[in-house]
C-alpha cells in the first residue's frame, strides 16, 4: 500500500488491531483507492474500493469494485433450507445466484482441475447472429460418456486430420437423402473431380464461418 493523496481529498483512516487491521482511503497500485478494507495476519484481504482499478474512472456510480483474497480455501455452502426436489423435478430452485449485467465471468485455475457436478448440468448459450455459441476445447481428449447422446442440428460437421472410427457392437443405421463419398484420388484425379471440388462437402463449414 502507498502513501498517496485520497483521490476524494478526504482524511485517509487505519484502525490497526492485534490480527487485522482497518483501513478507507488507502491507494493501491491494482485496485485503486479503498472506501473500506480489512487485512488479517495471515494476508487475507476483504475490500471495497472507489473503481476498478488500473484503467478505470475514479468515483461515480457503477465504477466501484469488491475484492476476497485469501492464500488458503474459500468456502461457501448454500441451500441447507431449501427443499429437495423429486427426480425429474427441473423447476429452478437458486440457492446461489451470479448476474452480470456487463461484462464476462471467468473462472481461471493455473494448477488445478475445475469439477461441475450437479443432479443435471445445462449449458445455454442464448446468444443471436454471431453469437450463441459453446466452445469446447482441449489440448488432449474431450471424452462424453452416457447411455445415451444425441446430437442435433441443422449442419454437422464431423472433419479429422488424422482418423475417424465408428464401432458399433450392435445395430447400425444411416439414414440420408442423398450420399456422396469419394477418396482424395477421387477428388484429385477421379472423372468427377470438379464435381466433387464444387460440392459444399468437401468444403466443411467451421464454427469460424458465419
Known amino acids: 500500500m502507498g502513501n498517496f493523496k485520497t483521490k476524494d481529498r478526504k482524511n485517509c483512516e487505519r484502525d490497526i488491531k492485534?490480527?487485522?487491521?482497518?483501513?478507507?482511503?488507502?491507494?493501491?497500485?491494482?485496485?485503486?483507492?479503498?472506501?473500506?478494507?480489512v487485512q488479517t495476519q495471515e494476508s487475507q484481504v476483504l475490500g471495497f474500493y472507489s473503481n476498478t482499478g488500473q484503467g478505470g474512472t475514479e468515483g461515480g456510480p457503477?465504477?466501484?469494485?469488491?475484492?476476497?483474497?485469501?492464500?488458503?480455501?474459500?468456502?461457501?455452502?448454500?441451500g441447507t433450507g431449501l427443499k429437495v426436489r423429486n427426480a425429474g423435478d427441473n423447476t429452478e430452485l437458486p440457492a446461489k445466484i451470479i448476474r452480470c449485467k456487463n461484462g464476462d465471468v471467468i473462472v481461471?485455475?493455473?494448477?488445478?482441475?475445475?469439477?461441475?457436478?450437479?443432479?443435471?448440468i445445462t449449458l445455454d448459450a442464448n446468444g443471436g447472429g454471431q453469437d450463441g455459441q459453446i466452445n469446447l476445447i482441449a489440448?488432449?481428449?474431450?471424452?462424453?460418456?452416457?447411455?445415451?447422446?444425441?446430437?442435433?442440428?441443422?449442419?454437422?460437421?464431423i472433419d479429422a486430420t488424422n482418423r475417424v472410427d465408428i464401432i458399433s457392437k450392435g445395430f447400425f443405421q444411416l439414414k440420408?437423402?442423398?450420399?456422396?463419398?469419394?477418396?482424395?484420388?477421387?477428388?484429385?484425379?477421379?472423372?468427377?473431380?470438379?464435381?466433387l471440388k464444387n460440392d459444399i462437402s468437401f468444403n466443411p463449414r467451421t464454427t469460424e464461418d458465419n
Open 18 to 37: 492485534e490480527r487485522y487491521s482497518f483501513s478507507s482511503g488507502s491507494m493501491h497500485s491494482i485496485h485503486g483507492m479503498s472506501n473500506f478494507e
Open 62 to 78: 457503477g465504477t466501484g469494485k469488491a475484492l476476497l483474497y485469501t492464500p488458503g480455501q474459500s468456502l461457501e455452502v448454500l
Open 108 to 120: 481461471d485455475c493455473y494448477n488445478g482441475n475445475i469439477t461441475l457436478r450437479g443432479r443435471n
Open 139 to 157: 489440448n488432449r481428449i474431450v471424452d462424453a460418456q452416457a447411455p445415451e447422446i444425441r446430437l442435433q442440428g441443422e449442419k454437422v460437421l
Open 176 to 195: 440420408y437423402g442423398f450420399s456422396l463419398a469419394a477418396s482424395h484420388s477421387d477428388v484429385d484425379f477421379g472423372v468427377l473431380a470438379q464435381t
